[in-house]
């Protein structure tokens, strides 16, 4: 699923299905269903991470820094 495993932690603020796995979506779907604190969590966790990792400053720092990059390339 490309990039997507390195910023979900599977099972600590998200799920990660196999592609074309219709039995594995089923079994997530029903345990988040099923379990309200178990989905609060994920939520909770998510939320959190990503006003962590992923603010305006952090995202204008990262960009400055992709520009540098490219300028010493060329």
């Known amino acids: 699923v490309g990039g997507i495993p390195d ?3 599977n099972g600590v603020c998200g ?3 196999e592609k ?3 039995a ?3 079994e997530a779907l029903f345990k988040l269903i099923a ?7 994920l939520g909770r966790r998510a939320r959190e991470r990503a006003t962590r990792e992923y603010t305006l400053h ?14 010493e390339m060329r």
């Open 7 to 9: 910023i979900l932690d």
């Open 15 to 17: 799920i990660l299905i």
């Open 20 to 22: 074309k796995s219709p």
């Open 24 to 26: 594995q979506l089923a």
């Open 35 to 41: 379990d309200a604190e178990y989905r609060h969590n």
């Open 58 to 71: 952090k995202s204008v720092d990262d960009f400055r820094e992709v520009l540098y990059l490219a300028r």
